[in-house]
């Protein structure tokens, strides 16, 4: 199958996947499973990684600044633009869609090859729907949340570092956070984590539900929806970028 197929397929497959949920109160069971699941199982490797990236970051920037003539206070804005432009949105994404997007694929992939999704199939349930949709609002709806607080546990990260390190001051480091700063560079990264956020939710499910095969299929179909959520956050990232901030 060409990659026009796929998409074609992939786009078949969103049709399916929003339509009303044919019985209500198992749809909101699912929807607080997937939260909990897809959310809050992520809370901790994104909060790890997220404070102490952002030391790393003002770190790195401290020690390439060694001209008197500039400020210290360019450490925090530099560390506030990374953190909210590239690494809260995008770096963190490419996190849970290795996390996340696995779980997704081996958890639908299970299904389809323990035949478990034909037969909802036969008892006329929209599998898809059943599916995919809460994993869709999940994401859609948490991530966001999440990704604002790696933004503000990295920045807390780059003021502790500068601290315990004596590179630069609390002080001038929060001057730098203060400087130009500008709202809607954080509706630009919210823009961009929703739509990260949907292909984390259904590129993933698009492999696990089309998978061919037994257990073995399964896990390179995992891999593969890694790969291919992967190359597609970059995409976005890079047309998202020229479309909202040139």
Same mark, same amino acid.
């Given at each position: ?50 404070? /102490?990236?952002?030391?790393? *970051?003002? @770190?790195?920037?401290? +020690?390439? #600044?060694?001209?008197?003539? =500039?400020?210290?206070? !360019? ?66 709806? /948490?991530?966001?949340?999440? *990704?604002? @607080?790696?933004?503000? +546990?990295? #920045?807390?990260?780059?003021? =502790?570092?500068?601290? !315990? ?73 890079? @047309? ?7």
């Amino acid at each position: 199958m060409n990659y026009i197929e796929h998409i074609g397929k992939y786009f078949i497959m969103l049709k399916q996947v929003f339509k009303r949920p044919q019985k209500a109160r198992i749809f909101y069971d699912s929807l607080m499973k997937e939260i909990e699941e897809l959310g809050l199982k992520s809370l901790g490797i994104i909060m790890f990684i997220s404070f /102490f990236i952002g030391g790393v *970051i003002a @770190l790195q920037t401290a +020690l390439n #600044i060694d001209s008197a003539f =500039i400020p210290k206070s !360019l450490i925090g804005f530099a560390t506030k633009r990374s953190i909210i432009l590239e690494f809260a949105p995008t770096f963190c994404s490419i996190i849970l869609a290795g996390k996340v997007g696995s779980y997704i694929t081996s958890s639908i992939g299970t299904m389809r090859v323990t035949e478990q999704i034909d037969a909802l199939d036969v008892m006329g349930i929209n599998s898809l729907n059943h599916l995919v949709l809460p994993k869709v609002i999940a994401t859609v709806c /948490f991530y966001p949340f999440l *990704i604002l @607080l790696g933004m503000m +546990l990295g #920045i807390f990260g780059g003021w =502790i570092a500068g601290v !315990l390190s004596d590179l630069f001051s609390g002080v001038d480091y929060i001057e730098g956070l203060q400087t130009e700063f500008k709202p809607f560079l954080i509706y630009y990264a919210i823009i961009k984590t929703l739509v990260f956020a949907f292909l984390i939710a259904t590129v993933p499910s698009y492999h696990g539900y089309y998978v061919k095969g037994g257990s073995i299929a399964v896990g390179k179909a995992s891999t593969q929806s890694v790969v291919w959520t992967t190359i597609l956050i970059v995409i976005a990232n890079y @047309l998202l970028t020229q479309m909202l901030l040139t």
